[in-house]
């Protein structure tokens, strides 16, 4: 299998790294709303044109308002939706839900990380059991083997002495456990990547960062890739190689994570950071400067630019007509925004 | 913190369970000068939201114990008969935002009739058209539009439902307000845009806010006193710019270095272990197993001292 190369305008600053594991190319998942199931109305476009492509071992992360579509982009990318535009290519392998036989190999591939621990695992299964079963579907069938890989994904997340473990119930974990036994679950059949979806929102602070130390942690030691959908930028630095923004089912800023906090360049990107304090006393003297307003709908979304209605520096004439292409502002920084390129817009009036 | 306008007193809410009494809230005491907001912190499972419903005696059938003294204005409200406590305080001196309260409203309901509510049911207003005049002066407060008033819930956002809940909690103007996680459910910008509401309230009014949160950055939004639980019990209280330079407790220095920051780099530390059952809970300090400094006489337990004007319950400042 020779990997698939390909690429865009759009594209060309966006491949960090030569090792592309994953490549979304116009990744587009429009669920259908019908009246008495029946009459079509309309589409909610909950990913409208998503590109990138991620390196072997390289961690992403995805931030977004709820609503935006970031779920959705996750649970595309894991082959949970057929995309209804667009496709995925897997380390050279076009993913598209029509080969069963490469369906059922890209789900080796890929771990998911949920948000809910405890709605993620089924409580009436002992640990042993809910690492058990991935295995048995995926057809290692001897014994010693899965039990030698049960014990090494348990020590891996740390949930040891592995024994103690083995014979409890979710219920009996507390919620930072809980999580650790989700990874390891999405770790036990050794993926390439893993899709977490907002991993830590339901954990307490201390947990957080445990988690997230985790998580790195295994990055780096078996070389997994990482998407990581979050709604919390604080939490990022800590984390990803590089930061997503998306805002009304598309990308709208893709930046190195240090990039992107240091010079923050679309303005809902910069209105998400002024909006996230950091604890600090002095914060009770000031008010943040954050744009009114309410994310656009994606069933019908604003032509032109999604944030225009709440952009504090919308051109007039342009913004609210023309969707603005990605426009390169660094190296591998890209900004849909009109304010880095408006000498190339296509003026009407 | 003297002449408290409001002064808790060794509080403690028990709830019943099948293997025993849950010691949710055992023995907290803290005062409160009118007019400040005081941020309770900690993490979940502490008693921070059994604290807000011991406060407003918004208890659930399986209490096994409800004690202490709780003074507002210098009345004793513990000692009020609960007909009267409904009376003469709830709503009157003290209302509550509750948990995830966007979701809280009567959706069959227009939202200038549940706000209006409680106007109504205390009498402090002699007619509807008075009421909807106070509840359109409230939506002002907070940001809403009045055409807003006739809406159903659902025909709201969740940031405006939040913002609506907060408007019932003012209409009768009452001198406390305890929020429970006011934001914890909305998005970055809403919850910056509601924060800016709330900045302006307390600005603009004498009211005096109880805030409990699990989230320190954006706490720090809206704090002049921080107190720190930890299970079922105010380890430290202090000023929050004592808290957020330079906290006094073990536990709030582990728990401001757990806090991920955006803009400034630090090496972030998690707190090993996890907090105590509630039910038996260990003699001696509640944090003594997980604490770094922990020594011999952690097996007692410590008492509160007052260092610097900050109250710490920890023996290493005996």
Known sequence: ?349 | MQNGFLRVEDLKLHFRTTRGPVQAVDGVTFHQARGRTLVVVGESGSGKSSLAKAILRLLPRNVHKYEGRIFMDDVDVMRLTNERFRRQVRWVKAALVPQAAQNALNPVLRVQDQVAEPLLTHGKVKSKEQAYERVAEVFGLVGLPTDFMTRYPFELSGGMRQRTAIAMALVTSPDLIVMDEPTSALDVLTQANLMNVLKRLKQSTEMTFILITHDIATASDLADDVAVMYAGQIVEQSTARRFYTAPLHPYSKMLMSSVPTLREDKELQHIPGSPPSLINPPRGCRFADRCPARFDKCDQEPPVREVDGSRVKCWLFE
């Open chain 1, 1 to 349: 299998m020779k990997p698939i190369q390909v690429f865009d305008k759009t594209m060309r600053a966006d491949a960090a790294a030569d090792d592309v594991l994953l490549s979304v190319e116009d990744l587009h998942k429009w669920f259908e709303i019908k009246r008495m199931g029946l009459f079509h109305i309309g589409d909610v476009k909950a990913v409208d044109g998503v590109s990138f492509q991620l390196a072997r071992g390289e961690s992403v992360t995805v931030v977004g308002e709820s609503g935006c579509g970031k779920s959705t982009l996750a649970r595309t990318i894991l082959g949970l939706y057929g995309p209804t535009k667009g496709r995925i290519v897997f380390d050279g392998r076009v993913i598209d839900g029509q080969d069963r036989e490469a369906m059922d190999w890209y789900r080796r591939q890929v771990g998911f990380v949920q948000q809910d621990p405890f709605g993620a695992l089924p409580p009436f299964m002992t640990v042993h059991r809910i690492l058990d079963e991935p295995l048995v579907i995926n057809g290692i069938k001897e014994p010693e083997e899965r039990e030698r890989r049960i014990r090494k994904a348990l020590e891996d997340v740390r949930l040891v002495t592995v024994d103690d473990y083995l014979t409890k119930f979710p219920h009996q974990l507390s919620g930072g456990q809980q999580q650790r036994l989700v990874i390891a679950r999405a770790i036990i059949l050794e993926p390439k990547l893993i899709v977490a979806d907002e991993p830590v929102s339901m954990l307490d602070a201390s947990v957080r960062v445990e988690i997230m130390q985790l998580l790195g942690r295994l990055q780096s030691q078996y070389n997994i890739s990482i998407i990581y959908i979050t709604h919390d930028l604080s939490t990022v630095r800590f984390f990803s190689d590089r930061i997503f923004v998306m805002y009304g089912a598309k990308l709208i800023e893709k930046a190195r994570t240090k990039d992107l906090l240091a010079n923050p360049s679309h303005p809902y990107a910069q209105a998400l950071m002024n909006a996230i304090p950091d604890p600090d006393a002095d914060n009770v003297e000031r008010f943040r400067e954050v744009p009114g307003g309410e994310p656009p709908s994606l069933m019908n979304p604003p032509a032109g630019c999604r944030f225009h209605p709440r952009c504090p520096a919308v051109i007039k004439g342009l913004c609210d007509v023309q969707e603005p292409p990605h426009f390169q502002r660094g190296d591998h920084h890209l900004v849909a925004c009109w304010l880095y390129g408006e000498e190339h817009a296509e003026r009407t009036a």
